[in-house]
């Protein structure tokens, strides 16, 4: 059975979430540099901890981004981290990679093509992969665990006949829907409990209140002898229930009117669908017609269950969490905010830094411009042999589609040829032996193409031989004054191809010919004899240059070698300079935070004499208020906590009046209208168009006024 036929991870968000599947994406796209730091900070982050820059992420092979990919699989699925990618095949990598990104919903189309580009490393996806991936590390990892008991399995029609199978297939369905009520029990119980931490924090914190209550108690009992204290007491912890009762009849009033106003809704409703149906029945509705009615109402209401409301419960959903997010930071302080704004001052100036040493160097030092250009290339070339091989596909199906054409044709105009078995197999021999042929052929023709290639080849390397050393012999024959050698060896050849064509169109004056031929070879002989030492001391020169040229080959070797000694010793010395460099910033930054510390302890320590010296001697006072430092730190917190109370009375005052103060108001624009209308129907002189009487108000008066 196959496991993977159907979207698991579709399957899982309808099953969980109650979400549909969103329609895939067909491309992939190139990430901004934002996503690409994202992607490392990630990889940076627990539980990967890679340490690494977007130098070394960018420089990384195929064979290390697909072995990144598959740690970062590992840390949501345990069975990934057990697979060695350099031993494993292509095709299982293939099924175990993709299968898992069908698993986990992938929001692109596993393609053939894009299949084959994850197991060969591509760039492109791989990052377009983990770019989705670490966005959610938390949700995939739940998937990819509820995903193994929530895969539907694919069973054929004809086995779904058997009543074994058939209730399996309920049992496993059944068991299916209560893991599914289950886990979101679970996810519910996890988000709502506390963790122990948490809980001992709290338990600890009340414990301390209580202890401060019950010591506050104490001493007001102890200041408070008054026999009328305990009448006090009573009246207090009355009142505090008095309260406690308001708080919660309040809060039965806000659940009362919630419900009220469901109620009302669900009237409204009601009426609504009686209206409806009394109106089809006195319009002689039709059962069909009804039906059509009830299809389409449920379908208008589907759609806004699942695209109303469900954009409705996201949107609150991120906000939720923004605001579950804002409210876990700690406070922050004004220290918090001047040591931000100094980081921020200093990565400016880092910043700036950088920015001058790229402008300043030049962009041809770069190493990695000549890859990326290659790269850029190579990219470039396989879309254009991609366009090619959908073109020729295109026409491929066109010719295919023509020669079915031609064929039907051909039957139409000459008939169907019956062809017997006896007949059908000399056929099907003749074939074997004319594919047989035509390998054989084709095989010769393309070992004669080659040789044609390497021919033409060595051709075209003798020709740029033959007019280098020309060249070199006529540079030769002007030095040693017998220019026109080379020049008299041409004009025998083209003679002697002058001769061929002469013998062939005038046969009868060959005596002439032979005569001018004989002329031309005495010439030649003459010649010879007079160039003959010089062609002898130009075959010395050759020598001589022969041996010089591989004198010159040998000291540009030891050059070239020497050269790369030399750089060797160049970046090595440039490696040692940048980790001194880098030992020098830690250790003056070391250097700056002691010395602050040291600061901030003198002062510490200064204000520890001062407090001690406070304490000790009577008559010295920090100021005219207060007598030392604790008593102005505690004057400062009492004063805080005053502001505090007074802010929460107000805050519960306009809570309390909100309903009360928002109806004044309401009230108060409807008198301003009423008045401004009367003063525009005491300036007019005209009441009639303001308004009218309404006859339909029993027991009591009603003017509507007009909105005009």
């Given at each position: 059975v196959n496991m993977y036929n159907e979207d698991p991870g579709a399957h899982f968000n309808q099953g969980i979430f109650g979400g549909e599947g969103k329609q895939k994406t067909q491309q992939l796209k190139n990430l901004t540099t934002a996503e690409i730091k994202n992607i490392v900070g990630g990889l940076n982050r627990p539980p990967f901890m890679c340490n690494l820059s977007l130098v070394d992420f960018d420089d990384k092979t195929p064979l290390e981004l697909l072995e990144l990919l598959n740690t970062v699989l590992g840390e949501l699925d345990e069975t990934h981290k057990a697979v060695d990618i350099r031993s494993e095949t292509q095709d299982a990598t293939t099924e175990r990679i993709c299968g898992f990104l069908t698993v986990l919903g992938f929001p692109f189309d596993l393609t053939p093509s894009l299949?084959?580009?994850?197991?060969?490393?591509?760039?492109?996806?791989?990052?377009?992969?983990?770019?989705?991936?670490?966005?959610?590390?938390?949700?995939?990892?739940r998937i990819s665990y509820t995903s193994k008991f929530?895969?539907?399995?694919s069973i054929p029609e004809e086995l779904m006949m058997d009543e074994e199978i058939r209730e399996t297939m309920d049992v496993y369905k059944n068991l299916q829907a209560e893991f599914t009520a289950v886990h979101q029990n679970l996810e519910v119980l996890r988000s709502e409990a506390m963790s122990p931490d948490q809980l001992k924090k709290e338990i600890t914190q009340l414990e301390s209140e209580k202890e401060q209550l019950i010591s506050k108690i104490s001493i007001f009992k102890d200041k408070n002898d008054d026999p009328d204290f305990k009448d006090l007491l009573d009246a207090t912890s009355q009142l505090r229930?008095?309260?406690?009762?308001?708080?919660?009849?309040a809060e039965k009033m806000s659940e009362q009117r919630n419900m009220l106003e469901q109620s009302e809704q669900q009237e409204y409703m009601t009426r609504q669908r009686l209206m409806d149906a009394q109106k089809n029945s006195s319009a002689d509705v039709t059962a069909d017609q009804m039906l059509v009615q009830l299809r389409n109402e449920t379908k208008k209401n589907r759609e806004l269950c699942y695209d109303v409301l469900e954009r409705e419960y996201e949107d609150k959903y991120q906000r939720s969490q923004k605001i579950e997010m804002v409210l876990a930071e700690p406070v922050t302080t004004q220290g918090d905010i001047d040591q931000l704004a100094n980081e921020v001052r200093r990565l400016q100036r880092d910043c700036q830094v950088l920015d001058d040493k790229l402008s300043s160097t030049n962009p041809a030092d770069d190493n990695l411009a000549i890859y990326k250009t290659q790269a850029a290339a190579a990219s470039k070339k396989k879309e254009n042999k991609n366009d090619e091989m959908q073109t020729l596909e295109?026409?491929?199906?066109a010719l295919e589609k023509l020669m079915a054409e031609k064929e039907q044709e051909y039957v139409q105009t000459k008939g169907t040829k019956y062809m017997k078995r006896d007949d059908f197999k000399q056929y099907a021999a003749s074939l074997r032996g004319k594919n047989q042929k035509y390998k054989k052929m084709k095989k010769n023709l393309e070992d004669i193409r080659s040789e044609l290639a390497v021919l033409n080849r060595t051709e075209q390397i003798l020709k740029n031989k033959a007019e280098m050393t020309d060249d070199l012999m006529k540079k030769l024959e002007e030095q040693k004054g017998i220019a026109g050698y080379s020049k008299i060896q041409d004009d025998m050849e083209k003679v002697a191809k002058d001769r061929q064509e002469i013998d062939k169109l005038k046969e009868g004056s060959l005596q002439e010919l032979t005569k001018v031929v004989q002329n031309i070879e005495?010439?030649?002989?003459?010649k010879k004899s007079k160039l003959a030492p010089q062609i002898k001391q130009l075959r010395t020169y050759r020598k001589k240059y022969e041996?010089?040229?591989g004198d010159y080959l040998k000291h540009k070797k030891a050059y070239e070698n020497t050269l790369m000694s030399f750089e060797a010793d160049k970046k090595n010395l440039e490696e040692d300079t940048n980790k001194l460099w880098n030992e020098y910033k830690e250790e003056e930054t070391k250097y700056h935070s002691l010395n602050i510390q040291s600061t901030i302890h003198s002062v510490l320590k200064k204000n520890i004499q001062m407090e001690t010296q406070f304490q000790k001697n009577p008559d010295a006072r920090l100021s005219d208020d207060f007598k030392s430092l604790s008593e102005m730190y505690s004057a400062k917190l009492e004063q805080e906590d005053e502001t505090i109370r007074d802010l929460k009375k107000h805050q519960r005052y306009v809570k309390d009046n909100l309903e009360n103060n928002s109806l004044q108001v309401r009230l108060f624009d409807d008198l301003v209208k009423i008045l401004a209308v009367k003063k525009k129907s005491a300036l007019s002189g005209e009441a009639a168009g303001i308004g009218y009487e309404d006859k339909n108000a029993k027991d009591y008066d009603r003017f509507v006024l007009r909105e005009d």
């Open positions: 299949k084959r580009d994850v197991v060969h490393g591509d760039k492109k996806t791989i990052h377009n992969i983990l770019n989705w991936i670490l966005q959610r590390p938390q949700d995939l990892k929530l895969v539907a399995l229930k008095e309260q406690e009762t308001e708080a919660r009849n295109k026409e491929k199906i005495e010439q030649l002989k003459s041996e010089r040229e």
